[in-house]
């Protein structure tokens, strides 16, 4: 089946997380197939307002991995494997232990460490449109 979430602008980010997050169900491991300045970041950035995480959010980009607390005591972790040259040195953060948690982990640039990714990964593609609003598409 496939579902498919589209953002309007900036203003419509938070109804479009919580629309999101609605179809996604009770999914942790959220992977965002999409170029560079999709909106990967911004669009985490309303899924954690929506969740109640008061923490900055930002990119993880050197850090490759941040953590936020979710209002309902959660931990929610948040993925930037752009820098990620070998799967390796995903390893060696301790992938495994985040994607087994059973907490919520948002994966921007994927693509790097994809044949690392478990089978029940929700693979999602946003694409800019030609009025610059995006479109989330996934397969269930």
């Known amino acids: 089946m496939r579902h498919e979430v ?3 602008d900036t203003a419509d980010l938070e109804r479009a997380a919580r629309e999101f ?5 009770e ?3 959220v992977a965002f197939f999409a170029p560079m300045g999709s909106g990967k970041t911004t669009f985490t950035t309303a899924i954690c307002k929506v969740l109640g995480v008061t923490d900055p959010v930002g990119s993880p980009t050197f850090a490759i991995v941040n953590e936020y607390m979710r209002a ?3 931990p929610m972790y948040h993925f930037d494997f752009y820098r990620i040259n070998k799967l390796s040195e995903a390893i060696e ?3 495994y232990d985040y994607l087994d948690s059973g907490c919520l982990c948002i994966m921007e640039w994927p693509e790097n460490i994809e044949e690392l990714l478990p089978e ?3 693979k999602v ?3 800019i449109n030609p009025d610059q609003s995006r479109t989330l598409t996934w397969e269930e």
């Open 27 to 29: 999914r942790t491991l």
């Open 125 to 127: 593609s946003i694409v």
């Open 120 to 122: 029940e990964t929700l």
């Open 21 to 25: 997050l609605e179809k996604i169900g």
């Open 72 to 74: 309902d005591g959660d």
């Open 6 to 8: 589209t953002i309007r």
């Open 93 to 95: 953060i301790g992938l």
